[in-house]
């Protein structure tokens, strides 16, 4: 489970996590647990990680893409095509068996792990074809956008 990508050197401009950010995402998770389903024209969820360096909890809604397994989902830290990767994702390297997702309001502990090689561009292409939103985000930026796997932490 190696959290491997650097940030890159170019790419978009990356959300400011001010207060109208905090304030979009407590809107768009309670949206989320509510009714499920889609947003901003994708699948998605409620990631909750615990901070790399705070501890403290921390939830974002994150698009997902479906595995073709019922107890697994992949998430991709685009950030928008910004040459840093999101915050969430040093949370999920850091605390990678921390992680809850909640999604059609049930909540789920799952383990979190990157892809690399051969499994990542299977999955990359899948999710171009699904999102061509997200592939041109892989052209803003210089970093691989990385691509993780949340599965379903037994118990």
């Known amino acids: 489970m190696s959290f491997t990508t650097r940030n890159g050197t170019r790419g978009a401009r990356q959300p400011k996590a001010g207060r109208l950010m905090k304030w979009f995402n407590g809107r768009a998770a309670k949206r989320i647990r509510g009714k499920g389903g889609k947003f901003m024209g994708f699948n998605a969820l409620v990631l909750t990680t615990v901070g790399a360096r705070s501890g403290a909890e921390r939830v974002t809604p994150v698009g997902w893409f479906p595995t073709g397994d019922d107890d ?58 699904a999102a061509p939103r997200l592939a041109q985000y892989q052209v803003k930026t210089d970093r691989e956008l990385p691509i993780i796997r949340l599965a379903r932490r037994a118990g």
């Open 72 to 129: 697994s989902w992949l998430i991709v830290a685009s950030a928008a095509g910004a040459a840093k990767n999101p915050a969430w994702y040093y949370n999920l390297a850091a605390h990678p068996d921390q992680v809850t997702i909640e999604m059609a309001g049930r909540r789920i502990p799952v383990t979190a792990e990157q892809l690399h090689g051969p499994e990542r561009d299977e999955a990359w292409q899948r999710i171009a074809t």
